[in-house]
């Protein structure tokens, strides 16, 4: 089974003191750093550009999962992978075919990516992306729409989470948005296995004892799933 996995979002961190921030997440046992790309474009909101994920990348230990809310991923390819990505998601939105976003899925490989992902919006069905499923390693679920931390959990995306098991996707599903102490278990017992927090993580009073207790509640929603 895939391993559960924590991926704090940075959008929420302290951005003047990026390098403690990442330190201080890392320490508190964050498994990878999720990183918010958008462009003012395909969400109203413009956040951070490859030298900042490569500043990012040179202070990091865990892997980055770099989270493309952007119009034209093919062209930022290369430099969102030279900046130090692991993770690589693009939006289906973005592709008006499977064969376009064929052509992203191998421009990210091409250029060394460990692990190519897809995002669909809370409005986008599964059926956008299952031509192409064969050739992805996650698939990102937004349970918010993009742009903004600190926005409610739609609990209405599980059944993609669900769908996408019940046709067989075995590699990581990730879920995006809204996600806490009241919101992880849902996602992991539809069978969610890499876990976005921004605002719950880097707001929390005790950042290590959120990170293990999404950990531990995420755990016990999984083997409940399957008793
Ligand atoms: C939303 C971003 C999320 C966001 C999550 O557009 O993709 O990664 O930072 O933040 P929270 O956990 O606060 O909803
Ligand atoms: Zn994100």
New binding site residues.
């Given amino acids: 089974m895939n391993e559960l996995l924590i991926s704090p979002?940075l959008?929420?961190c302290d951005f003047a003191r990026l390098a403690s921030e990442v330190e201080r997440v890392e320490a508190a046992g964050a498994d990878w750093l999720?990183v918010?790309v958008m462009d003012g474009h395909f969400?109203p909101n413009l956040t951070i550009g490859p030298p900042v994920v490569e500043a990012i990348a040179k202070v990091a230990r865990r892997p980055l999962d770099v989270?493309l809310?952007i119009t034209d991923p093919l062209r930022y390819a290369r430099h969102y992978a030279k900046a130090g990505a692991h993770v690589l998601t693009f939006h289906a939105e973005v592709c008006a075919t499977p064969s376009a976003a064929r052509d992203v899925i191998r421009a990210f490989r091409a250029e060394g990516v460990a692990k190519v992902g897809v995002s669909l919006n809370p409005d986008t069905p599964l059926e956008r992306m299952l031509d192409y499923a064969d050739e992805l390693d996650l698939v990102l679920v937004?349970s918010?729409f993009?742009?903004?931390?600190?926005?409610k959990f739609m609990p209405e995306v599980l059944p993609k989470v669900r769908g996408l098991r019940e046709r067989g996707f075995e590699r990581d599903i990730e879920m995006?948005?809204?996600?806490n102490a009241a919101t992880i278990a849902a996602c992991a017992e539809a069978g969610t296995n890499v876990f976005?927090?921004?605002?719950?993580v880097f707001g929390a009073p005790d950042m290590a004892a959120t990170i293990r207790s999404f950990k531990s509640e995420a755990a016990r929603a999984r083997a409940a799933a399957h008793a």
């Fill in positions: 979002s959008l929420s999720h918010d969400v989270h809310m937004m918010v993009p742009g903004f931390g600190g926005q995006d948005g809204g996600i976005v927090a921004g605002s719950a």
